[in-house]
């Protein structure tokens, strides 16, 4: 089956500093994968997405990098803020996939 | 635009009793999909429907779930006898498009089963 882990389960960072998040994948048919955003008591929220075809997406403040060599997936937030203390899942899905396999996520905390 | 909702959001029940979740999608969503997150663990995938019609089921742990979607519009995830190991978070996403789209993620209904 599928497998998509992260490295750490929790990371803490400053405010103003950079974090970086990890994620791990074994399927390397993997074709599209997504980060989320998950804050206390709602649902997972979409952060940003890049296709196997990509090296390296950004958006505003965050920046999502694939290697698919060694299959590894990582979020970059720059200029960290309160706001962005959540846990943050990676997920993938195979070419033509209708289901997404997630990470265990990663506990991020921002101090002020 | 309304996100997609879930009720309840909280649920507490005894082992062998019946729960039955609900889920409405982003209105024009055709596509509909149950995840779960037991504690601590990944976010998994039980089931993807199109319409009314389950396009695929794979993720679904066991015959004590029952999931519908009548109409092609709201859905309901039903347990039936509750055990305890079903204690979780149940969301709910949807997506216009089937492959390779973002899917918009509900708030999660928490099942606790005593």
């Known amino acids: 089956g599928e497998s998509v882990g992260l490295h750490l389960p929790t990371l803490s960072v400053q405010e103003g500093d950079n974090s970086i998040i990890n994620c791990a994948y074994s399927n390397s048919a993997s074709d599209y994968f997504i980060w989320y955003k998950q804050e206390s008591g709602k649902g997972p929220q979409f952060i940003i997405d890049i296709r196997s075809n990509m090296d390296k997406r950004q958006g505003q403040r965050v920046t999502v990098l694939l290697n698919k060599t060694v299959k590894h997936l990582s979020l970059q937030i720059a200029a960290t803020q309160p706001g962005d203390s959540a846990v943050y899942f990676c997920?993938?899905?195979?070419?033509?996939?209708?289901?997404?396999?997630f990470g265990t996520g990663t506990s991020l905390t921002v101090i002020p | 635009e309304a996100g997609v909702t879930q009720f309840p959001s909280h649920s507490v029940i005894e082992k062998g009793q019946t729960v039955t979740l609900r889920c409405d999608p982003i209105s024009g969503h055709d596509n509909l999909y149950w995840y779960r997150r037991v504690m601590g663990k990944e976010i998994k995938f039980l089931l993807h429907f199109v319409k009314e019609s389950k396009q695929d089921e794979s993720g679904m742990p066991n015959n004590r779930f029952l999931a519908e979607r009548t109409g092609g519009t709201y859905s309901t995830l039903k347990v039936q006898p509750a055990e305890l190991e079903d204690s979780g978070v149940y969301f709910c996403?949807?997506?216009?498009?089937?492959?390779?789209?973002?899917?918009?993620f509900g708030p999660g209904t928490r099942l606790t089963v005593l």
């Open positions: 996403a949807s997506s216009q498009v089937t492959v390779d789209n973002e899917q918009f």
């Open positions: 997920a993938e899905s195979g070419w033509g996939g209708n289901q997404f396999y």
